[in-house]
């Protein structure tokens, strides 16, 4: 294998033409994701894109590495495996905010707690894009939408949700800001532990509630309004914004063992590269001798 | 026959019925005996009834008895239960000075079990070694065998415990072999043997997987399964295998392919409603055409059912679950044997054939020990089937070839990118919508049924070739199923065996010649449908003669096949 | 056939394909002619290729053909895509002001949509209605009817709007009428008929279920089912009904058990993947015989597959479906007709025999539309069975009954409580560990299916009675075998067809009934191992001479049958 | 139907023999259950439990009332529907931790944002006491058990995701102080919205770490200790709470609309004794003409 001198932006461009709407948020995400891939150096073969069904879903296709796109709802469990069978992959989940806080919400639950060393991050549209319009987990009440059509209730809070659960690296970013979305995801990559990134995106078919402007107008960046993502407390108060001002950045990190930490048999080579030796159970048979 | 003997303990969860049991079953075949063993518990902790069924004797023995010599009640309620087993002449060990029983009975044999304790090892705590050793008294076996085994099961708590028990084992001992001796017929001798082994279906099963390379599972506990997660999980971790409690089964299998898909041979474990949850993962598997093993512990259903219990009842819904068609294998081990030789054969047909691999197991097999014959590791011969270790890198996952096989590289190992997908997809393993690639991928994915034809691990024919009557079953029957062969033989009845221990791909060819070769089929299966027979029925037009289903929860003992094989051989 | 046109619009999603296309076949049907209307599109909101197939004429149509009189294109793409399906005459229109075309070629008929739109109407987001005017204007159909559905379609927006509209359709159907007319041999005029309904089978289906009685739906969104939740969830209302859209399949399938539990008929609707994760509640319904519907709209698998496309893939899972055993009935409807029947059927037959109902429909029959006389409402009974309201204080929910059928109440509605459980347990509900209290239910559980032989919605016998050729199909592909059936028959060919619309419990007696009438029999499937066969095989232990089988994830058109059905012939 | 006059425990009776093991914390549970049922004078036919699997799931076999014993894990989808289908029955739903935390995880969250006008009890023993003794996703960190042989790692915390999540009525009680368990179950009960009450539950076979003793020592009552349930950020600062000090009362409680007011269908009578009539459609046909 040859060593790559540089990564560029060209590295990891593909054929494949992307299946959104004009316009949509999702187009905002995808150079960010390359982006951050490009800066921090990572060959295209170094990583791994894992995505769930949803227009969210598809973008793993439209960047060139290595792909699993699973099933709706279940990118968490498959990315976090890979990862333990080759950690020397970057392991990056998309999804939807569907896939990820409906379908798949006992997985973000738990892969909070787990902090297995993979980045996460949720195209969140607040609708089901991919299937029409429907109304999502994280729909602003009142949504209306043909599966509520007196309007949406209480919605899920991903970020308040996923400091509560023990997450160790919680952001948000705005498709509108593909820049400072690069930082962000350039950021949860490198986090040791599971990097996670709520990201506002708006979908210009289906809701026109929050739109680029709508959300052009509210976003703040924490960082330069003075949050310290140290501070967990002040991460739960700023969680709770949501309306006139939604804050952008990261609301808390910190550093915990990783999942894979908790299994020592992980040591060493990684687990993909280990040759297979059938004599090797031969000792545990004498406990049954 | 001759020389064996059936040993019954009973008593409530918790009373520690498993561990006297297993004591007495790992001494006597370190004594050189053949030993199988079969429990049956309730779904609870403490209290309800346990008992834990030892037959061992000179010759293989593969099945249990509804008899029993001797009978180790640690309840009153365990003599109600078991009673009626007891053969004449037999014994039934229990706390005379606990438990008051109305008048003696043939049989009644009290042993003060926990005075015994008290006064031998010190510790009234130390009553069921005094059970084990009473037990272990009237047969006479060599006490210093028994003396070792009661010993080792308190390693590490310390000399005076391991001592305390001895002596408490002893003072059974001698109890039973002075008061009892000869009394029940039941005298057992050590036998000169090579050391086997003597395990469960579930530990011959993770031993075979182990051995196969597996080194990743994930999976959320459930009766009859747990145990393999947890065995991955301490001992495996010994080898370098990871073995994950996840918090659901959604998340087990969709972990176990994402780990195969990372390049690590991977499997997960449950039972039929852990499985119902699997469904979708596993047309995951076939469609990205992932290798995964998933090893389904039947236990009669539907929903929550019989928990602790025994069925056949899944067979038909592994064979068709998932939405879609695509190729799977099913596997249905019958034995410690073959659990450990199939277990190790699942992971190399997942990698050949590139599918999801099931292996149905069910209660009795999982929870059954035996004496085995050591394992033979130096044959084992791991195949990867077409794994590219250095993809080109025009690469393509999905790449329609003669052999019917999309060579399969993994991500990170070359400079290639590999690219899956659960949408329909191209080649190149992008989404597509176009017709003609469709029917292609299809037609690979559901082709590789008949390549997999290739590698059908055949029936196991047992008893006569040409019977009058032929007796079909597969997994867990295959003990009880060749006694009973070998009980109608004995009785002069031209009988014999047909055990499937693969159902899918379905060994058509084999199942036609034997059903030819007999004068009449009957089915036995463990469960109230006859679903093997469908399956049979749906594959090759052929229907049995007669079914022999039972389906109340508990295994079939030999002598119930053979009551109700007669029936067709008026 | 005479008289018959097929109008095809393409173009990508979000360009108005549907909704020119239902606003003509609206338009049509008013004028009493029989419309049939098949629906292609991809999984994406905008972009690639979509297209609506409308075929229509004074005799009744069922399916789509592969030939179109009218194309109209609304993009490039559409022409490339649709011009060889061209009768000749035919007429495909498009802007050829805006889609420049390298050279004339027959049937190429540019219409300025765009212009005629801004001059006409006022804007040129009209030009689909200038489209529509100008499809219509080829065909001479009266123009006041294309109108009022145009303006139709614009309802609430204001007078304006809809005026524009019009004008614009005006302006499109007299472009059409003046430059192209009688040009394409394709004239359609209006018929006296009774006032038909125009609705796609998940539309029959939910109207059925609501006449059904249903008022409880929880759904995940899912293609081709979502629809039936959207329906419930806003017109359903209005009757009282609840949609609710959960967190995931395994929700809904737990819910609608709860309501149905709690005495309210209840559904859900999914499709394979959602269904893979209702499994276990299906296991669920069955162990605690609670009556629920679960629709599952089949779709190419496995996993995601093609999501918005068509395929018979899913029927051994639905049968299988779930670990252990218990009765559970499967309706295969194939038309609005049936869909809307066994829609309202689904939730007696649930009541009656305490288990749960599956309604398998796919793609082709979730999003194709239909003319179908009114239904006959004051025909139809609801039949609780044997529910009952008033439970005596000492009831017990599993009784063990001479019918069957153990007489259920629902919590609340009397002083007795009722206890229901997924563990096995006894007639009061409770958890039993009984192997004979086990063997009883499951007889029970098992039993019922054969009871419900007795409701076995007869397979439809179509064409010759004693067919040299009988075509066997079941579901969706009803109009395609049909109308194959006419014909061969207008060919001379003795041909019949027999359409399952209920597949399980099987009809075994009337299946083999028509098979022996039968020289030959083929099975036509749309998918790729031919499952009704094989499910017919272990049912009767007949198969079929011969399979026609698609699974590109497209319909069968009449013609693909009859070219393949021919090949039996020879 | 005869008026009951008034409720006694005695109503609620079984002849059904519990099948934990003596000593287990859930013997505790049982009588606080029943308790607030009598002090509400609900009778056994207006109420129903709705259990998953698990040691706690089988809690309802030994009270005299309308049972629903479903899944392992999938107890809220059920009581939810059995509500919104018959609003006039009281719907308590219980479990285990491992059942409503692990498997059930997903419900959890989605009931707590929909609030729903129902009770949910969780046994909480930290362990997987049924399939004897495995790590729960609320063991405590280092918890060994043979499916995490090197200790549990972090935990799931499930009053602070209750407030997080949107509950509107989130508890803990004591399975060792049944008074106060009880009356935190009828506060949960008579609370118009979902009333979830995680009950500190020793399992006296499996888990040697979190005893009876160890609890004793730690437990302190939130309303003798100033706790104000309306202040949320107070709740979330107490719901941090573990170790020396564990908190036990109502950590929070609002009013919000419930899940069922958010159907104006479920409006007059309910549901199930509404009388069914095929011809209902009709007016919808027309819509297809
Ligand atoms: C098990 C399962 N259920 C449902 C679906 C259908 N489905 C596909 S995408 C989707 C939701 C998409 O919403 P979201 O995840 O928010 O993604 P978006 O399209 O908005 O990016 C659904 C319900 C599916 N593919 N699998
Ligand atoms: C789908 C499914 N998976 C697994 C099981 C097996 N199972 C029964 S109870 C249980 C866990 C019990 O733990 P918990 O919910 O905490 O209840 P406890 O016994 O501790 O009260 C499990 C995993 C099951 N019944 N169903
Ligand atoms: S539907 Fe919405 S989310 Fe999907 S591609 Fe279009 S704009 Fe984007
Ligand atoms: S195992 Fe634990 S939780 Fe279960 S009954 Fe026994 S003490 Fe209680
Ligand atoms: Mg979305
Ligand atoms: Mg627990």
Chains 1, 4 share one sequence.
């Not at chain 1, 040591?267 to 297979?276: D, F």
Request: net charge negative; hydrophobic share 40%.
């Amino acid at each position: 294998m040859s060593i790559k001198v540089s990564v560029a932006a060209e590295d990891y461009a593909t054929t494949q033409v992307p299946a959104w709407c004009p316009g949509c948020g999702n187009f905002g995400i995808l150079p960010a994701v390359v982006n951050a891939l490009v800066t921090l150096q990572l060959a295209p073969h170094q990583v791994l894109l894992v995505s769930g069904i949803g227009q969210a879903g598809k973008l793993p296709h439209y960047i060139k590495c290595n792909v699993f796109n699973g099933l709706h709802g279940r990118t968490l469990p498959a990315a976090t495996a890979a990862k333990l069978a080759n950690r020397e992959l970057a392991v990056i989940a998309v999804g939807g905010d569907g896939d990820g806080y409906g379908e798949g919400g006992n997985h973000f639950l738990h892969a909070l707690r787990r902090n297995p060393d993979i980045t996460y991050i949720v195209h969140d549209n607040q609708v089901y894009g991919l299937t029409l319009g429907q109304t999502s987990p994280t729909s602003d009440p009142g949504y209306i939408s043909a599966t509520t059509p007196r309007g949406a209730y209480q919605p899920v809070h991903p970020i308040a949700l996923a400091i509560a659960a023990g997450g160790t690296f919680v952001a948000r970013g705005f498709a509108g800001n593909t820049d400072h979305l690069a930082g962000l995801i350039g950021e949860a990559i490198r986090h040791r532990g599971f990097g996670y990134i709520d990201v506002l995106q708006p979908c210009v078919t289906f809701n026109r509630v929050n739109t680029f402007a709508w959300y052009r107008q509210r976003v703040y960046d924490l960082a330069s309004d003075g949050h310290d993502p140290a501070d967990r407390e002040a991460a739960w108060q700023r969680a709770q914004e949501w309306g006139e001002r939604i804050p952008i950045g990261i609301f808390y990190r910190e550093e915990r063992p990783t999942f894979e930490d908790n299994f020592p048999s992980l040591a060493g080579e990684p687990l993909v590269k280990r040759p297979i030796d059938p004599r090797a159970v031969g000792p545990l048979l004498e406990d049954f001798k | 026959m001759a020389g064996e003997i059936t040993l019954t303990v009973g008593g409530q969860a918790g009373q520690g019925v498993q561990s006297i049991g297993l004591t007495l079953a790992r001494a006597f075949a370190r004594g050189g005996l053949h030993v199988f063993a079969q429990q049956d518990y309730e779904s609870r902790v403490r209290g309800g009834h346990n008992s834990f069924k030892l037959r061992m004797g000179p010759r293989p023995v593969m099945a249990a008895l509804q008899e029993t010599n001797i009978l180790v009640a640690l309840d009153p309620l365990s003599l109600d239960v078991h009673m009626a087993q007891l053969t004449d002449p037999g014994v039934a060990i229990f706390d005379g000075e606990k438990t008051q029983v109305a008048g003696p009975r043939r049989g009644y044999f009290p042993v003060p079990l926990e005075r015994l304790a008290q006064e031998s090892g010190g510790n009234r705590l130390m009553q069921n070694s005094v059970a084990a050793g009473a037990a272990a008294g009237l047969t006479g076996f060599d006490f210093s065998i028994i003396s070792d085994a009661v010993a080792e099961q308190f390693k590490g708590r310390g000399p005076e415990v391991e001592e305390g028990n001895r002596r408490a084992a002893q003072a059974g001992y001698d109890y039973a072999l002075t008061q009892f001796g000869g009394r029940c017929d039941c005298s057992l001798s050590t036998m000169a043997a090579p050391k086997r082994l003597l395990l469960d279906g579930n530990e011959a099963l993770v031993l075979g997987a182990l051995a196969g390379g597996c080194r990743f599972m994930a999976g959320y506990p459930m009766t009859p399964s747990t145990p393999i997660l947890q065995y991955m999980a301490t001992k495996g971790a010994g080898l370098g295998a990871v073995g994950i409690q996840t918090e659901d089964e959604i998340a087990a299998i969709n972990m176990a392919i994402g780990a195969s898909f990372a390049g690590v041979r991977a499997m997960t474990a449950t039972a039929g409603g852990g499985f119902s949850l699997m469904v979708e993962g596993l047309g995951l598997a076939g469609m990205t055409e992932t290798p995964v093993v998933i090893v389904v512990g039947q236990r009669p259903g539907p929903a929550t059912g019989f928990p602790t219990r025994t069925e056949q009842g899944d067979l038909e819904f592994v064979l068709h679950a998932a939405q879609g068609e695509f190729a799977r294998i099913v596997l249905t081990p019958g034995t410690p044997e073959q659990a450990f030789a199939l277990g190790f054969r699942a992971f190399n047909l997942a990698e050949r054939y590139q599918l999801p691999v099931i292996i149905l197991t069910d209660q009795q097999l999982a929870d059954s020990y035996r004496t085995i014959e050591p394992f033979d590791l130096s044959s084992l011969q791991i195949d990867r089937g077409e794994l590219l270790l250095d993809a080109p890198p025009d690469y393509m996952r999905y790449r329609l070839t003669p052999s019917g096989i999309s060579p399969r590289a993994v991500p990170g190992l070359s400079s290639a990118v590999v690219v899956a997908d659960s949408d329909e997809h191209a080649e190149d393993g992008h989404i597509t919508e176009d017709g003609a690639v469709r029917t292609a991928m299809v037609r690979k994915r559901v082709g590789k049924l008949e390549l997999a034809r290739a590698d059908i691990v055949p029936p196991e024919h047992y008893g006569e070739q040409h019977p009058e009557l032929l007796l079909i079953g597969w997994g867990s029957t295959y003990g009880a199923l060749r006694e009973a062969v070998d009980d109608l033989r004995a009785d002069g009845v031209s009988a014999g065996m047909l055990h499937l221990s693969q159902v899918w791909p379905f060994p058509n060819e084999q199942v036609q010649a034997a059903m030819k070769a007999a004068k009449k089929s009957v089915m036995v299966e463990n469960n109230a449908s006859g679903q093997l027979a469908r399956v049979m029925r749906g594959e090759t037009g052929l229907a049995p003669d007669g079914h022999i289903l039972k389906y109340d929860g508990r295994p079939f003992s030999p002598s119930e096949i053979t009551t109700q094989a007669r029936r067709w051989l008026r």
